[in-house]
């Protein structure tokens, strides 16, 4: 392939884009509040500082920045650490090693870089052919699978709820598929792009799982992340594209949020703007628009949605109707003999509330340094982060809660979200009656709103708002000053402790 220029749009520096979604974490804090969930939330909160300072140092390049392998791809073992690349475990042509997570992950990604190879004739995730590197047993009980920008990373789960992240084929081409859309079209985490970044990587997930199997449109079960909770789980995976929002309903995890259609919209500040809850729909669109073509999924629907992602229509501030539009364009211009295939691509969209996806590409996209499209959700995403004047974020049509009301002057709230799973984490503190008042005292006299970053959320992930009774801050957990660190881990350990 030759290298196009969407390799050089986006920097991979400071991006990390993780599988676990917020309002799932937050379910299993709330089920179980001594359970080691908030342990494993503080590790990765140190972990997510330690990197964040790495990245600061670093210098952005064009490219991931990796160790010749003399391959496609290598696997490095963490071993429980959280230093990256890790030891050097498989290269590309070794054999098994007996180690689930590193024959998984080399198996897995694999399969992932000959989808878009051979499908798509793009070599690696920049379609430069850069040799991908991957990283397994990373942290302790890390809950969690993320692209850092450089680099595929998986923990091993807890082993209560989630599974080895390497093990579903999806989750690693899910992945994959954000270094694929950090190289093309960009689309920003937040709102209504934030959410099409969330469904690009599930669809691609999706055809590789499909193409792995030998199976057409009609045969697939349209499943993410089949495999990845523990057996007792009630769950049939973590999202189903075809029927959003039915895929678990456990006492732990709750019942699966995401949504399917434009009349459930969730409009929420959590969650990057509820990503992961409407990445449902333009799942659904898509799901709709494959069995309606039929054959196997990757032929032509597969085929559309990658020309609409890369082909330079579908910008940072794509909205659903803007993308709607490009898939649209996509399919007439790729298949001008049969018209059918644009029909069922229109239909599809239509059939989840956006009929104003048949309307022509220019209408959708803004000029350059215009204003990002309008709607629910949509938009630029508001600077980071900020003190609000009024009451803390909505509560979403799905249950998604923002934080309780207003902290008395004796408390302080955290609540973390983001993540792959999309799930949330919340816990408060006395700072009269718990032995950590006074230190917590100290470092919030210290936080200066001035001092904090102002960083665009990054796919999967963290997000984290502070709340007491003299301020309220949602910050990405790129810009955590020690002290605001410091000040989380303390909330969200206290049961740990």
Known sequence: MTPTADADRR??????????????????????????????????????????????????????????????????????????????????????????????????????????????????????????????????????????????????????????????????????THGVTQFSAGLTYQGQSGALNESVSDVFASLAKQRSLGQDASQADWLIGQGLFMPDVKATALRSMLEPGTAYDDPRLGRDPQVGSMDDYVDTEEDNGGVHLNSGIPNRAFALAARAIGGPSWEKAGQVWYAALTGGAVTPSTDFEGFAAATVDAAARLYPEDTSVADHVREAWQQVGLARGTQAVAAQTPPSGGPAPAGPGGGSPSAKPQAPAGAPDPVGSAGVPSLPGQPGDDVVAVRRSGGFTGASQFAQLSLTDDPAGTELRRLLDQISVSDLGRSEPQPDRFTYTVACRSFELTVPEQDLTPELTRVVQIVLDQRAR
């Open 11 to 176: 920097s991979p520096q400071a991006i990390r884009c993780s599988f676990v979604p917020p309002y799932l974490l937050r379910r299993l804090a709330e089920s179980d509040p001594g359970r080691r969930l908030l342990a494993d939330g503080r590790d990765t909160l140190a972990v997510d500082e330690r990197m964040r300072s790495r990245r600061e140092a670093a210098t952005a390049t064009t490219a991931p920045a990796v160790p010749d392998t003399g391959g496609n791809r290598v696997v490095y073992d963490a071993g429980g650490a959280e230093e990256l690349p890790g030891r050097r475990a498989r290269d590309e042509d070794d054999p098994a090693t007996g180690d689930a997570a590193v024959d998984e992950a080399h198996a897995h990604s694999g399969v992932s870089w000959d989808l878009f190879a051979e499908v798509f004739d793009r070599p690696s995730v920049d379609g430069r052919g850069t040799p991908l590197t991957v990283t397994v047993h990373y942290g302790r009980d890390y809950d969690n699978a993320f692209w850092d920008g450089e680099q595929l990373v998986f923990g091993d789960g807890d082993g209560e709820v989630f599974d080895r992240f390497t093990k579903p084929l999806d989750v690693t081409a899910h992945e994959f």
